[in-house]
């Protein structure tokens, strides 16, 4: 992953941008977690419930 | 503005590698993972317009003329899978690949590595695909649909399958990246109902993706199995239903379209604004309208089957069902028309791509309401009026959307100015010989010419003439695209400025021309004034 810290090398931070930063960044980690999870999940289900529906009809 | 001051120009190439296998094979940054697609989206589009030309020379007269049925039927089914998922949906996830992160205010996609994955599946994808057609035997010829017992006669069933499932598993990682990227990346400030409609429309169309293409998967693993592991599914001498398959084909098939016709409404609905110097009319009856359209699209499927033999109570439903679409559609449109209506407007190319999408889309639309009618279906039914209305849809619709977005974006992606001259060149080319092309269609099928065939009545010969004629100079109007491209990439003088067009509104527009290898690597400042939908109230 690149730097999504929001430091551009040379570029000075306060620690108050540093603090909220990575507080977002967390969030953001988790939340990126969370809907990969989800969403992926109901892929793989959609795909297995079709290949029922196939059993079931056939 | 406040948010630009995250911008260092000192620093704004920081980070692109200057190896070119390094910078394009194994990037991880948005922009150039975005070109990538539509560069491949580009060249799938010519090869897919190569076979288009095919057929379009063979059906210039009557009579067989130049290639064997076979190969026309490998070149109709081979036309339509390269152009739906070669070029339409990868231009459109270019598209969003650029701009969504810049449009939120986000440094990149959520998962930049995912993203190359993405991208770098599908030219394996159509290399397996495209070899058939060099293979003994031949490639798919049962059309794109796919239908057994037709689709499993062919030797590359397992190349279709597998294609069919890589673009598959690229198409889905792509919708979870955009879905992941616009739910947890956005800038602070940057509230769901202040996102750019076209944001808004590859949400709806990402979650359309997950949902349906799964479906796709599953279908066509059962084609699989049924052609080399003795399995039943659609074979009726072991118990199967061939129809079976028609309707999961076509549960994904339907939203598909939609799938193809969303983004197309998102760009239109950035660029109308831009050129009337207007606000969109109806922001939220936008969205909601979007949203509607994704969601009727679940329960239309089997208006592609009124001719198979369903239950009259199915005809019925599904007749409705599909009328029903017309109301957001034409919601959009009013809203379209509204935004422009009292605008100081100009017709930069952009918005001439974009005010003909509005009314050849229309035109679509409308003879997609006159497939709807169950009964009038069954004589248009198989017919080249089928071919004219999807043609109507999904070149002047979703082929026009994607070339006004391009025109829209270039200077911002090149940071210099295409030709406007050749841009209208372009426009006033492709608008005439795309009429010319496919509107002779709609007379062609109402008068009885069924799709598919490489022979037909010499009673059609003067409209299939026409047709075809259109079609090679439509064909060539689009060379002078890839001129313009080339030219602004490489050898325009002229600067773009950082705000491109004048009634422009976004944070696309806050970042330099060209646009930064990294940008927004602290979240923007958001002022709503400056958003196109700041001041959401009703």
């Known amino acids: 992953m690149f730097n999504r810290s929001g430091l551009v090398p040379g570029r000075r931070e306060t620690s108050r941008m540093k603090q909220a930063n990575a507080t977002i ?3 953001r980690k988790r939340g990126v977690r969370r809907t990969v999870t989800v969403f992926g999940a109901i892929a793989i289900a959609i795909f297995l419930l079709s290949l029922l529906q196939g059993l079931k009809y056939s | 503005m406040a948010h630009a001051a995250t911008h260092d120009h000192h620093d704004d190439h920081h980070g692109a590698p200057s190896n070119f296998f390094v910078r394009w094979c194994m990037s991880t940054n948005h922009k150039d993972i975005g070109t990538l697609y539509l560069v491949f989206s580009l060249l799938m589009f010519f090869i897919g317009g190569s076979f288009a030309m095919v057929i379009r020379a063979e059906l210039f007269k009557p009579g067989l003329q130049l290639v064997q049925p076979y190969f026309f039927n490998e070149m109709t089914t081979m036309h339509a899978l390269v152009m739906i998922f070669g070029a339409v949906m990868p231009a459109f996830v270019g598209l969003g690949n650029w701009m969504i992160p810049l449009m939120v205010g986000a440094p990149d996609m959520a998962l930049p590595r995912m993203n190359n994955l993405s991208f770098w599946i599908l030219p394996f994808a159509f290399a397996l695909l495209l070899s058939t057609l060099f293979l003994p035997g031949g490639g798919p010829a049962g059309g794109w649909t796919m239908y057994p017992p037709l689709s499993l006669q062919g030797d590359s069933v397992a190349y279709l399958v597998f294609a069919v499932h890589l673009m598959g598993i690229s198409s889905i990682m792509g ?4 879905i992941a990227t616009i739910l947890n990346m956005r800038a602070p400030g940057m509230d769901l109902l202040k996102m750019p409609v076209f944001v808004w429309s590859w949400l709806i169309t990402a979650f359309l ?11 066509v693993t059962m084609l699989l199995t049924d052609k080399y592991f003795g399995t039943s599914f659609f074979n009726a001498a072991g118990g199967g239903d061939p129809v079976l398959f028609q309707h999961i084909f076509w549960f994904f098939g339907h939203p598909e379209v939609y799938i193809m016709i969303l983004p197309a409404f998102g760009l239109v609905s950035e660029i109308i604004p831009t050129f009337a110097r207007k606000p969109i ?3 939220k ?5 979007i949203a509607s359209i994704a969601f009727l699209s679940f329960i239309v499927w089997a208006h592609h089957m009124f001719a198979v033999g369903l239950p009259l109570g199915g005809e019925i439903f599904f007749m409705y069902a599909t009328m029903l679409i017309a109301v957001p559609t034409g919601v959009k449109v009013f809203n379209w028309v509204s935004t422009m209506w009292g605008g100081s407007m100009t017709f930069e190319t952009p ?6 999408f509005v009314i050849l889309f229309t035109i679509g639309g409308f003879s997609g309401l006159m497939l709807a009618l169950a009964p009038a279906d069954f004589q248009y039914h198989d017919s080249y009026f089928v071919v004219a209305h999807f043609h109507y849809v999904l070149v002047t619709g979703a082929i026009f959307a994607i070339i006004a977005g391009t025109y829209y974006w ?7 100015m295409y030709s406007e001259f050749w841009g209208k060149m372009h426009f006033w080319n492709s608008v005439i010989w795309v009429n010319v092309l496919f509107f002779p269609q709609h007379f062609l099928g109402l008068a009885g010419m069924p799709r598919r065939i490489p022979d037909y009545n010499v009673a059609f010969a003067n409209f299939n003439m026409i047709s075809s004629i259109g079609g090679f100079l439509f064909g060539a109007s689009q060379l002078i695209f890839v001129g313009v491209i080339v030219h602004a990439v490489w ?3 002229k600067k773009a400025l950082d705000r491109v067009w004048e009634g422009a509104k976004g944070l696309e527009w806050t970042v330099p021309s060209p646009a930064p290898f990294h940008t927004f690597e602290l979240p923007p400042v958001i002022h709503d004034e400056e958003l196109a939908h700041g001041h959401v109230e009703d």
């Open chain 2, 281 to 283: 009319f109806g922001y």
């Open chain 2, 285 to 289: 009856a936008m969205v909601f309208a």
């Open chain 2, 175 to 178: 919708a979870i990246n955009i």
């Open chain 2, 351 to 356: 918005m001439l791509f974009a005010i003909a």
């Open chain 2, 491 to 493: 050898f325009s003088k």
């Open chain 2, 410 to 416: 270039l200077p911002k992606w090149t940071g210099r």
């Open chain 1, 25 to 27: 960044e967390d969030m």
């Open chain 2, 209 to 219: 993706l997950i949902a349906v293409m799964p479906v796709l998967a599953g279908a």
